[in-house]
Protein backbone atom coordinates (compact mmCIF):
# COMPACT_ATOMS: atom_id res chain seq x y z
CA UNK A 1 0.00 0.00 0.00
CA UNK A 2 1.42 3.69 -1.14
CA UNK A 3 2.43 5.80 1.96
CA UNK A 4 2.07 9.32 2.26
CA UNK A 5 5.53 10.83 2.30
CA UNK A 6 5.50 14.50 3.43
CA UNK A 7 9.27 15.25 3.33
CA UNK A 8 12.72 14.12 1.22
CA UNK A 9 15.37 14.49 0.03
CA UNK A 10 16.29 15.64 -3.57
CA UNK A 11 19.67 14.82 -5.48
CA UNK A 12 19.74 17.37 -8.91
CA UNK A 13 22.23 16.92 -11.31
CA UNK A 14 22.12 18.82 -14.28
CA UNK A 15 23.97 17.98 -17.58
CA UNK A 16 27.28 19.06 -18.86
CA UNK A 17 28.23 21.42 -21.49
CA UNK A 18 29.64 19.54 -24.58
CA UNK A 19 33.44 20.91 -25.89
CA UNK A 20 33.92 22.99 -28.63
CA UNK A 21 35.67 22.27 -31.38
CA UNK A 22 39.17 22.84 -32.90
CA UNK A 23 38.71 21.86 -36.41
CA UNK A 24 40.09 24.00 -39.79
CA UNK A 25 38.29 24.17 -42.99
CA UNK A 26 39.72 21.47 -45.57
CA UNK A 27 38.90 21.93 -49.23
CA UNK A 28 40.41 21.20 -52.73
CA UNK A 29 42.31 24.27 -53.77
CA UNK A 30 42.37 25.87 -50.26
CA UNK A 31 45.62 25.65 -48.86
CA UNK A 32 45.30 27.20 -45.55
CA UNK A 33 41.33 26.89 -44.60
CA UNK A 34 39.92 29.39 -41.59
CA UNK A 35 38.74 27.83 -38.22
CA UNK A 36 35.40 26.09 -38.66
CA UNK A 37 34.91 24.20 -35.15
CA UNK A 38 31.46 23.97 -34.04
CA UNK A 39 30.07 24.98 -30.62
CA UNK A 40 29.58 22.21 -28.09
CA UNK A 41 25.44 21.45 -26.73
CA UNK A 42 24.24 22.74 -23.43
CA UNK A 43 23.63 20.76 -20.78
CA UNK A 44 20.08 20.11 -19.90
CA UNK A 45 18.44 21.73 -16.59
CA UNK A 46 16.43 20.12 -13.72
CA UNK A 47 12.98 21.87 -13.32
CA UNK A 48 10.79 20.92 -10.04
CA UNK A 49 7.38 21.38 -11.10
CA UNK A 50 3.86 21.50 -8.76
CA UNK A 51 1.21 19.16 -10.35
CA UNK A 52 -2.00 18.55 -9.11
CA UNK A 53 -1.50 14.69 -10.40
CA UNK A 54 0.92 14.06 -7.33
CA UNK A 55 -0.22 13.78 -4.15
CA UNK A 56 3.23 12.63 -1.83
CA UNK A 57 6.69 12.66 -2.20
CA UNK A 58 6.82 8.94 -2.18
CA UNK A 59 8.52 8.88 -5.27
CA UNK A 60 11.90 10.23 -4.26
CA UNK A 61 12.14 8.27 -0.40
CA UNK A 62 13.89 5.43 -2.14
CA UNK A 63 14.89 7.01 -5.82
CA UNK A 64 16.23 10.85 -5.16
CA UNK A 65 18.06 11.05 -7.75
CA UNK A 66 17.55 13.16 -10.60
CA UNK A 67 20.06 14.13 -13.79
CA UNK A 68 19.38 16.01 -17.29
CA UNK A 69 21.64 14.25 -20.33
CA UNK A 70 24.48 16.07 -20.77
CA UNK A 71 25.22 18.18 -24.41
CA UNK A 72 27.31 16.78 -27.28
CA UNK A 73 30.27 18.06 -28.32
CA UNK A 74 30.97 20.09 -31.12
CA UNK A 75 32.45 19.36 -34.57
CA UNK A 76 34.49 20.39 -37.71
CA UNK A 77 32.60 21.77 -40.41
CA UNK A 78 30.84 24.79 -38.22
CA UNK A 79 28.87 21.46 -36.91
CA UNK A 80 27.22 22.80 -33.23
CA UNK A 81 26.86 19.45 -30.53
CA UNK A 82 23.16 18.72 -29.11
CA UNK A 83 21.71 20.49 -26.34
CA UNK A 84 20.98 17.87 -23.56
CA UNK A 85 17.16 17.60 -22.74
CA UNK A 86 15.67 19.31 -19.98
CA UNK A 87 14.16 16.94 -17.18
CA UNK A 88 11.01 18.03 -15.37
CA UNK A 89 10.31 16.62 -11.78
CA UNK A 90 6.91 16.31 -10.72
CA UNK A 91 6.24 17.14 -6.69
CA UNK A 92 2.83 18.36 -5.51
CA UNK A 93 1.09 21.53 -4.96
CA UNK A 94 2.34 22.97 -1.75
CA UNK A 95 6.17 22.06 -1.93
CA UNK A 96 8.60 24.26 -0.32
CA UNK A 97 11.75 23.66 -1.55
CA UNK A 98 14.93 24.26 0.67
CA UNK A 99 18.25 23.89 0.71
CA UNK A 100 20.94 21.87 2.95
CA UNK A 101 21.29 25.06 5.80
CA UNK A 102 17.39 24.83 5.99
CA UNK A 103 16.81 28.47 3.48
CA UNK A 104 13.77 28.43 1.65
CA UNK A 105 14.60 28.70 -2.13
CA UNK A 106 11.02 28.38 -3.68
CA UNK A 107 7.17 27.68 -2.54
CA UNK A 108 5.43 26.01 -5.38
CA UNK A 109 2.03 26.61 -4.24
CA UNK A 110 0.07 26.30 -7.39
CA UNK A 111 -0.17 23.92 -10.23
CA UNK A 112 2.57 24.98 -12.87
CA UNK A 113 4.86 26.63 -10.29
CA UNK A 114 8.23 25.97 -11.49
CA UNK A 115 11.67 25.92 -9.76
CA UNK A 116 15.23 25.90 -11.66
CA UNK A 117 16.95 23.24 -9.19
CA UNK A 118 19.56 22.85 -11.83
CA UNK A 119 21.12 24.33 -14.13
CA UNK A 120 23.30 22.73 -16.92
CA UNK A 121 26.92 23.38 -18.22
CA UNK A 122 26.75 25.81 -21.26
CA UNK A 123 28.80 24.48 -24.37
CA UNK A 124 31.83 25.34 -25.19
CA UNK A 125 32.45 27.60 -28.11
CA UNK A 126 34.52 26.01 -31.20
CA UNK A 127 37.62 27.63 -32.43
CA UNK A 128 35.41 29.90 -35.32
CA UNK A 129 33.85 31.57 -32.47
CA UNK A 130 37.86 33.15 -31.68
CA UNK A 131 38.10 34.44 -34.87
CA UNK A 132 39.50 38.10 -35.34
CA UNK A 133 41.67 40.22 -37.18
CA UNK A 134 44.32 40.14 -35.05
CA UNK A 135 43.96 36.24 -34.36
CA UNK A 136 43.42 34.37 -37.65
CA UNK A 137 44.05 30.67 -36.91
CA UNK A 138 43.35 30.33 -33.24
CA UNK A 139 44.02 26.86 -32.22
CA UNK A 140 41.83 26.71 -29.11
CA UNK A 141 38.33 26.15 -28.04
CA UNK A 142 36.22 25.90 -24.87
CA UNK A 143 35.61 22.95 -23.17
CA UNK A 144 31.74 22.51 -21.74
CA UNK A 145 30.75 23.85 -18.26
CA UNK A 146 29.90 21.49 -16.11
CA UNK A 147 26.62 21.22 -14.90
CA UNK A 148 24.75 22.38 -11.77
CA UNK A 149 24.39 19.98 -8.33
CA UNK A 150 22.44 20.23 -5.13
CA UNK A 151 21.02 18.13 -2.52
CA UNK A 152 18.01 19.48 -2.29
CA UNK A 153 15.21 19.30 1.08
CA UNK A 154 11.84 18.84 -0.02
CA UNK A 155 9.03 19.38 2.64
CA UNK A 156 4.90 19.07 1.59
CA UNK A 157 2.48 22.02 3.16
CA UNK A 158 -1.09 20.16 1.93
CA UNK A 159 -3.32 22.56 0.51
CA UNK A 160 -6.95 22.74 1.95
CA UNK A 161 -9.59 24.97 2.31
CA UNK A 162 -10.75 23.30 5.25
CA UNK A 163 -8.33 21.77 8.14
CA UNK A 164 -9.93 19.36 10.97
CA UNK A 165 -8.02 20.37 14.33
CA UNK A 166 -8.44 18.60 17.16
CA UNK A 167 -7.25 16.14 19.80
CA UNK A 168 -6.87 12.56 19.13
CA UNK A 169 -9.80 10.30 18.64
CA UNK A 170 -12.22 13.11 18.44
CA UNK A 171 -13.82 11.74 15.54
CA UNK A 172 -12.22 13.81 12.76
CA UNK A 173 -11.44 10.71 10.13
CA UNK A 174 -15.50 9.77 11.17
CA UNK A 175 -16.47 13.37 10.29
CA UNK A 176 -14.15 13.28 6.79
CA UNK A 177 -15.69 10.25 5.61
CA UNK A 178 -19.07 11.49 6.29
CA UNK A 179 -18.68 14.70 4.60
CA UNK A 180 -17.22 13.75 1.52
CA UNK A 181 -15.83 10.30 -0.39
CA UNK A 182 -12.82 9.82 1.39
CA UNK A 183 -12.18 6.32 3.44
CA UNK A 184 -9.40 6.78 5.98
CA UNK A 185 -8.79 4.14 8.64
CA UNK A 186 -11.06 4.48 11.63
CA UNK A 187 -9.83 3.00 15.24
CA UNK A 188 -10.81 3.19 18.79
CA UNK A 189 -8.04 3.96 20.01
CA UNK A 190 -6.18 7.87 20.01
CA UNK A 191 -3.52 8.64 17.00
CA UNK A 192 -5.41 6.54 14.58
CA UNK A 193 -4.57 8.56 11.64
CA UNK A 194 -0.75 8.94 11.35
CA UNK A 195 -0.90 10.76 8.19
CA UNK A 196 -3.31 13.73 6.90
CA UNK A 197 -6.34 12.41 4.49
CA UNK A 198 -7.73 14.76 1.62
CA UNK A 199 -11.64 14.37 1.01
CA UNK A 200 -13.63 16.91 -1.59
CA UNK A 201 -17.07 17.87 -0.15
CA UNK A 202 -19.35 18.68 -3.16
CA UNK A 203 -22.85 20.91 -2.97
CA UNK A 204 -25.57 20.25 -5.17
CA UNK A 205 -25.21 23.58 -6.30
CA UNK A 206 -21.42 23.09 -7.48
CA UNK A 207 -19.15 24.42 -4.80
CA UNK A 208 -16.83 22.00 -4.02
CA UNK A 209 -13.83 22.42 -1.36
CA UNK A 210 -10.88 19.94 -0.05
CA UNK A 211 -11.41 19.10 3.78
CA UNK A 212 -7.93 17.62 5.18
CA UNK A 213 -8.30 15.26 8.58
CA UNK A 214 -4.94 16.76 10.27
CA UNK A 215 -3.45 14.01 13.03
CA UNK A 216 -4.68 14.65 16.20
CA UNK A 217 -2.93 17.77 18.32
CA UNK A 218 -1.90 17.07 21.33
CA UNK A 219 -0.45 20.07 24.23
CA UNK A 220 2.97 20.63 24.20
CA UNK A 221 2.45 20.03 19.64
CA UNK A 222 3.78 23.49 18.81
CA UNK A 223 6.82 22.38 20.37
CA UNK A 224 6.99 19.47 18.53
CA UNK A 225 5.84 16.87 20.91
CA UNK A 226 4.06 13.60 19.50
CA UNK A 227 5.13 14.73 16.01
CA UNK A 228 3.81 18.34 16.33
CA UNK A 229 5.72 19.83 13.82
CA UNK A 230 4.96 17.42 11.02
CA UNK A 231 1.44 17.44 11.95
CA UNK A 232 0.34 21.66 12.12
CA UNK A 233 3.01 21.95 9.33
CA UNK A 234 -0.13 21.02 7.39
CA UNK A 235 -2.52 23.34 8.89
CA UNK A 236 -0.49 26.61 7.39
CA UNK A 237 -2.31 26.54 4.23
CA UNK A 238 -5.46 25.79 4.92
CA UNK A 239 -8.11 28.97 4.34
CA UNK A 240 -10.69 27.75 7.22
CA UNK A 241 -9.86 25.96 10.66
CA UNK A 242 -12.61 23.33 11.64
CA UNK A 243 -12.14 22.70 15.43
CA UNK A 244 -13.70 19.45 16.55
CA UNK A 245 -14.56 19.58 20.54
CA UNK A 246 -15.55 16.06 22.15
CA UNK A 247 -18.63 16.08 23.65
CA UNK A 248 -18.55 12.50 24.63
CA UNK A 249 -18.62 11.89 28.63
CA UNK A 250 -15.03 9.69 28.53
CA UNK A 251 -13.23 12.54 27.62
CA UNK A 252 -10.01 13.39 28.76
CA UNK A 253 -10.77 17.45 29.01
CA UNK A 254 -13.90 19.47 29.05
CA UNK A 255 -14.56 21.02 25.82
CA UNK A 256 -13.67 24.08 27.38
CA UNK A 257 -10.33 23.22 27.75
CA UNK A 258 -9.45 21.34 24.55
CA UNK A 259 -10.38 24.31 22.71
CA UNK A 260 -8.13 26.67 24.98
CA UNK A 261 -5.27 23.96 24.16
CA UNK A 262 -5.69 23.51 20.32
CA UNK A 263 -5.64 27.45 20.06
CA UNK A 264 -2.86 28.24 22.30
CA UNK A 265 -0.81 25.36 20.07
CA UNK A 266 -2.08 26.83 16.84
CA UNK A 267 -0.73 30.52 18.19
CA UNK A 268 2.20 29.24 19.49
CA UNK A 269 3.16 28.01 15.96
CA UNK A 270 1.99 30.05 14.01
CA UNK A 271 0.42 33.19 14.93
CA UNK A 272 -1.95 34.38 12.33
CA UNK A 273 -3.64 31.41 12.04
CA UNK A 274 -5.68 32.41 14.76
CA UNK A 275 -7.16 35.29 12.41
CA UNK A 276 -8.24 32.48 10.09
CA UNK A 277 -11.67 31.79 9.12
CA UNK A 278 -12.92 29.47 12.08
CA UNK A 279 -15.90 27.16 12.78
CA UNK A 280 -15.87 25.47 16.50
CA UNK A 281 -18.07 22.48 16.30
CA UNK A 282 -18.58 19.89 18.94
CA UNK A 283 -18.06 16.05 18.18
CA UNK A 284 -20.05 13.07 19.02
CA UNK A 285 -22.87 14.67 20.55
CA UNK A 286 -24.34 10.89 20.22
CA UNK A 287 -22.58 10.41 23.43
CA UNK A 288 -23.24 13.39 25.39
CA UNK A 289 -24.44 13.90 28.94
CA UNK A 290 -26.49 16.50 28.83
CA UNK A 291 -29.40 17.41 31.38
CA UNK A 292 -31.52 18.91 28.80
CA UNK A 293 -31.67 16.05 26.56
CA UNK A 294 -29.18 16.93 24.41
CA UNK A 295 -30.07 20.54 23.32
CA UNK A 296 -27.67 22.39 25.71
CA UNK A 297 -24.18 23.90 25.06
CA UNK A 298 -21.22 22.80 26.92
CA UNK A 299 -20.39 25.41 29.95
CA UNK A 300 -17.42 27.93 29.49
CA UNK A 301 -17.12 27.44 25.28
CA UNK A 302 -19.22 28.85 22.62
CA UNK A 303 -20.73 26.05 19.44
CA UNK A 304 -21.32 26.98 15.79
CA UNK A 305 -22.49 23.33 15.73
CA UNK A 306 -22.98 20.47 17.63
CA UNK A 307 -22.77 17.20 15.28
CA UNK A 308 -22.36 13.50 15.31
CA UNK A 309 -20.73 12.16 12.34
CA UNK A 310 -22.14 8.55 13.24
CA UNK A 311 -26.15 9.49 13.26
CA UNK A 312 -25.76 12.11 10.74
CA UNK A 313 -26.90 14.72 13.16
CA UNK A 314 -26.01 18.61 11.88
CA UNK A 315 -23.70 17.12 9.31
CA UNK A 316 -25.68 18.52 6.48
CA UNK A 317 -25.32 22.15 8.23
CA UNK A 318 -21.56 21.93 8.49
CA UNK A 319 -21.18 21.06 5.17
CA UNK A 320 -22.90 24.38 4.21
CA UNK A 321 -21.27 26.54 7.26
CA UNK A 322 -17.58 25.28 6.12
CA UNK A 323 -18.69 25.94 2.29
CA UNK A 324 -19.31 29.77 3.62
CA UNK A 325 -16.44 30.41 5.73
CA UNK A 326 -14.82 28.71 2.31
CA UNK A 327 -16.05 31.60 0.27
CA UNK A 328 -15.36 34.26 2.37
CA UNK A 329 -11.89 33.32 2.83
CA UNK A 330 -11.42 32.44 -0.76
CA UNK A 331 -12.63 36.26 -1.69
CA UNK A 332 -10.07 37.48 0.67
CA UNK A 333 -7.30 35.31 -0.88
CA UNK A 334 -7.94 35.62 -4.87
CA UNK A 335 -5.93 32.99 -6.79
CA UNK A 336 -3.18 34.46 -9.05
CA UNK A 337 -3.52 34.45 -12.66
CA UNK A 338 -0.59 32.53 -13.91
CA UNK A 339 2.22 30.44 -12.52
CA UNK A 340 5.58 31.52 -10.76
CA UNK A 341 9.12 30.37 -12.01
CA UNK A 342 11.76 30.59 -9.64
CA UNK A 343 15.36 31.18 -10.85
CA UNK A 344 18.70 30.90 -8.38
CA UNK A 345 20.11 34.33 -8.01
CA UNK A 346 23.41 33.85 -9.90
CA UNK A 347 26.13 34.36 -8.55
CA UNK A 348 29.73 35.93 -10.05
CA UNK A 349 32.79 35.07 -8.21
CA UNK A 350 34.34 35.10 -4.64
CA UNK A 351 37.99 35.47 -3.79
CA UNK A 352 39.02 33.44 -0.53
CA UNK A 353 42.53 31.93 1.00
CA UNK A 354 43.96 28.98 0.12
CA UNK A 355 47.02 27.95 2.49
CA UNK A 356 49.50 30.97 1.20
CA UNK A 357 47.69 31.93 -2.15
CA UNK A 358 44.20 32.43 -2.99
CA UNK A 359 41.04 30.59 -4.53
CA UNK A 360 38.86 32.29 -6.95
CA UNK A 361 35.63 30.39 -7.05
CA UNK A 362 32.13 30.87 -8.82
CA UNK A 363 31.42 30.07 -12.63
CA UNK A 364 32.04 33.32 -13.83
CA UNK A 365 35.37 32.87 -13.23
CA UNK A 366 35.70 29.46 -13.90
CA UNK A 367 34.19 29.99 -17.62
CA UNK A 368 36.46 32.55 -18.39
CA UNK A 369 39.66 30.50 -18.35
CA UNK A 370 37.48 27.10 -19.32
CA UNK A 371 39.59 26.83 -22.33
CA UNK A 372 41.00 23.61 -23.84
CA UNK A 373 44.99 24.17 -23.79
CA UNK A 374 46.11 26.95 -21.41
CA UNK A 375 49.65 26.10 -22.52
CA UNK A 376 49.24 27.88 -25.54
CA UNK A 377 49.74 31.78 -25.58
CA UNK A 378 47.13 32.69 -27.43
CA UNK A 379 44.34 30.54 -25.41
CA UNK A 380 46.41 31.59 -22.07
CA UNK A 381 45.84 35.55 -23.49
CA UNK A 382 42.00 34.98 -24.45
CA UNK A 383 41.82 33.62 -20.25
CA UNK A 384 43.86 36.68 -19.07
CA UNK A 385 41.44 39.08 -21.26
CA UNK A 386 38.45 37.50 -19.91
CA UNK A 387 39.57 37.82 -16.35
CA UNK A 388 40.29 41.32 -16.66
CA UNK A 389 37.17 42.45 -18.12
CA UNK A 390 35.39 40.56 -15.07
CA UNK A 391 37.66 42.14 -12.53
CA UNK A 392 39.34 39.81 -11.19
CA UNK A 393 42.67 40.95 -10.50
CA UNK A 394 40.97 44.10 -9.14
CA UNK A 395 38.65 41.57 -6.74
CA UNK A 396 42.43 40.04 -5.43
CA UNK A 397 44.43 43.40 -4.88
CA UNK A 398 41.43 44.67 -2.66
CA UNK A 399 41.50 41.59 -0.96
CA UNK A 400 45.13 41.99 -0.11
CA UNK A 401 46.80 39.81 -3.08
CA UNK A 402 50.66 40.23 -2.82
CA UNK A 403 53.33 39.93 -5.92
CA UNK A 404 54.05 36.30 -6.26
CA UNK A 405 50.88 35.21 -4.24
CA UNK A 406 50.06 31.79 -6.21
CA UNK A 407 46.33 32.25 -7.45
CA UNK A 408 44.13 29.21 -8.54
CA UNK A 409 41.46 29.57 -11.07
CA UNK A 410 39.57 26.66 -11.93
CA UNK A 411 42.34 24.39 -13.57
CA UNK A 412 44.49 27.84 -14.36
CA UNK A 413 47.64 27.97 -11.63
CA UNK A 414 49.34 31.58 -11.78
CA UNK A 415 51.52 33.93 -9.70
CA UNK A 416 49.48 37.16 -8.90
CA UNK A 417 50.75 40.32 -10.34
CA UNK A 418 49.73 43.92 -9.17
CA UNK A 419 50.18 45.60 -12.63
CA UNK A 420 47.66 48.45 -13.38
CA UNK A 421 45.29 46.40 -10.49
CA UNK A 422 44.38 49.44 -8.83
CA UNK A 423 44.64 52.26 -11.89
Not at 19 to 25: C, P, Q, T
Not at 290 to 317: C, F, H, K, N, W
Not at 391 to 417: C, K, N, S, T
Request: charged share 30%.
Amino acid sequence: MAQFVDESNLHAKAGDGGAGAVAFRREAHVAKGGPDGGDGGSGGDVWLVADHNVASLLAFRDHPFRRATDGTHGSGKGRHGRSGEDVEVAVPEGTVVRDRDGEVLADLVHVGDRYLAAQGGRGGRGNARFLSNRRRAPAFAEQGEEGEEHWLRLELKLLADVALVGFPNVGKSTLISAISAAKPKIADYPFTTLEPNLGVVRLDDGVEYVVADIPGLIEGAAEGRGLGHQFLRHIERARVLCILLDLAPMAERPPAEQLEVLLAELGAYQPDLLDRERVVVGSRADLAEVATGGAAAPPGVELDLRLSAVTGESVPQLRGRLAQAVGRARAALPEPSQFVVYRPVSEGYTVEREGGGWVVEGREAVRAVNLSDLTRHDALEEAQRRLKRLGVDRALARAGAQPGDRVRIGGLVFDYEDEDALR
